[in-house]
């Protein structure tokens, strides 16, 4: 499925140790500190929060769609490996 596997990998880029600082806080910016600049002053005391929303997904039952489709191919990884994909959403020239 589209949605697990594209978390899936979001979710083991966030979780690597570049992420966390020593003492365990999120360190600021989005993978390491070397983006502090990408931070936000108004979300980085939550972010902990936020990021376990991610695991909400863990409460649905393993019967589940989402659980038992096949991995998909998302957008992003279809436009980088040259292959034809639909538009994501409605443009008008």
Not at 31 to 47: E, H, R
């Amino acid at each position: 499925m589209l949605v697990r596997a594209a978390l899936t990998s979001v979710l083991r880029h966030i979780y690597t140790d570049k992420t966390f600082a020593p003492s365990g806080w999120l360190r600021m910016g989005v993978v390491g500190d070397k983006q502090s600049n990408l931070a936000d002053y108004y979300t980085n005391a939550g972010s902990m929060y936020v990021a376990s929303l991610s695991f909400l997904p863990l409460g649905l039952p393993a019967d589940d769609e989402f659980w038992t489709c096949a991995p998909e191919k998302w957008t992003s990884q279809k436009c980088w490996d040259a292959e034809p994909f639909p538009k994501d959403y409605y443009v008008n020239y």
